[in-house]
Antibody, heavy 118, light 108 residues
Framework: QLQLQESGPGLVKPSETLSLTCSIS??????????WGWIRQPPGKGLEWIGS???????YYNPSLKSRVTMSEDTSKNQLSLNLRSVTAADTAVYYC??????????WGQGTLVTVSS | EIVMTQSPATLSVSPGERATLSCRAS??????LAWYQQNPGQAPRVLIY???TRATGIPARFSGSGSGTEFTLTISSLQSEDFAVYYC??????????FGQGTKLEIK
């Protein structure tokens, strides 16, 4: 059973970079069976897809965030990372690591709340 | 970008009754639609993919239907654990994958 666990700072200052890591167990980040991604949810609001990485290395980002986002894989650690630059209060959200294989998101981490505040 | 619109925003139903939730896409997404359930403080859980296929372990009281731009999630006999927020998501035209704004299913 695939398990995902997000980690990273819970508080980030405005204009700085939000950095999160997703640790994967029960499966390999190099697997051709899955794609990996990040989804966020501002407090009391809905879900927003941030981006996804595919087994062939292709990465896709939400156009609304593309200029500020970078995602990467560390195959040696079986981890996925997220960097979101120049954050504002609007980036305050629960950030989820997620994975799927046909378009839906079938596995989710528990999520980590990141607050942007000085 | 495909916009997903869910209705109603809040649905009040009594336990044991049927609930019908709707999701509309701004353009056709074929059958490339998923439904999720989210309980407070928890991550979403996939219920349905391919518009009508139940995910592993999902009870038969959950069913999905529709194609193109109109979709429905039906819960045939509501149990206490079904009162939650439900989201639809399209994966036909991406990036970006897009979600509806959610329907809150509450106890009447």
């Amino acid at each position: 059973q695939l398990q995902l666990q997000e980690s990273g700072p819970g508080l980030v200052k405005p204009s700085e970079t939000l950095s999160l890591t997703c640790s994967i167990s029960g499966g390999s980040i190099s697997s051709t069976n899955y794609y990996w991604g990040w989804i966020r949810q501002p407090p009391g609001k809905g879900l927003e897809w941030i981006g996804s990485v595919y087994y062939n290395g292709n990465t896709y980002y939400n156009p609304s965030l593309k200029s500020r986002v970078t995602m990467s894989e560390d195959t040696s650690k079986n981890q996925l990372s997220l960097n979101l630059r120049s954050v504002t209060a609007a980036d305050t959200a629960v950030y989820y690591c997620s994975s799927g294989f046909i378009g839906s998101f079938d596995y989710w981490g528990q999520g980590t709340l990141v607050t942007v505040s000085s | 970008e495909i916009v997903m619109t869910q209705s109603p925003a809040t649905l009040s139903v009594s336990p044991g009754e049927r609930a019908t939730l709707s999701c509309r896409a701004s353009q056709s997404v074929g059958s490339n639609l998923a439904w999720y359930q989210q309980n407070p403080g928890q991550a979403p859980r996939v219920l349905i993919y391919g518009a009508s296929t139940r995910a592993t372990g999902i009870p038969a009281r959950f069913s999905g239907s529709g194609s193109g731009t109109e979709f429905t999630l039906t819960i045939s006999s509501l149990q206490s654990e079904d009162f939650a927020v439900y989201y639809c998501q399209q994966y036909n035209n991406w990036p970006p994958y897009t979600f509806g704004q959610g329907t809150k299913l509450e106890i009447k």
